[in-house]
């Protein structure tokens, strides 16, 4: 049975910074596909940022490039998004999300995962 838990939300003044982990237990995430969405109530879940299988690719929405940056820790089974210089506007529950898988790509869109966290809130306000 996979499981999917995120940690490290939490509460963080606007130009602040979070570290989002992502864990897996009877899953080896190394090989495959992660994303990180984000969603607030009435609105879609939307694509953050994703890694592909072996870290060949990674990709960020418009909006976090150069503030967020995903990574993988293969001898913890644990994915990070960190995140820096956060806005207001960033404020959301963050899900990770597993592709069962293998691909040299990622997706960005929720059907493309299988596999998902409880989700973790993260606000940023003053």
């Known amino acids: 049975q996979v499981q999917v838990v995120e940690s490290g939300g939490g509460v963080v003044q606007p130009g602040g910074s979070l570290r989002l982990s992502c864990a897996a237990s009877g899953f080896t995430l190394e090989t495959h596909p992660i994303g990180w969405f984000r969603q607030v109530p009435g609105k879609e879940r939307e694509g953050v940022s994703c890694i592909s299988s072996r870290d060949v690719k990674t990709d960020y929405r418009d909006s976090v490039k150069g503030r967020f940056t995903i990574s993988r820790d293969n001898a913890k089974n644990t994915v990070y998004l960190q995140m820096n210089s956060l806005k207001p506007e960033d404020t959301a529950v963050y899900y990770c999300?597993?592709?069962?898988?293998?691909?040299?790509?990622?997706?960005?869109?929720?059907?493309?995962?299988?596999?998902w966290g409880q989700g973790t809130q993260v606000t940023v306000s003053s």
């Open positions: 999300a597993i592709d069962r898988g293998y691909g040299s790509s990622c997706g960005t869109m929720p059907y493309d995962y299988h596999y």
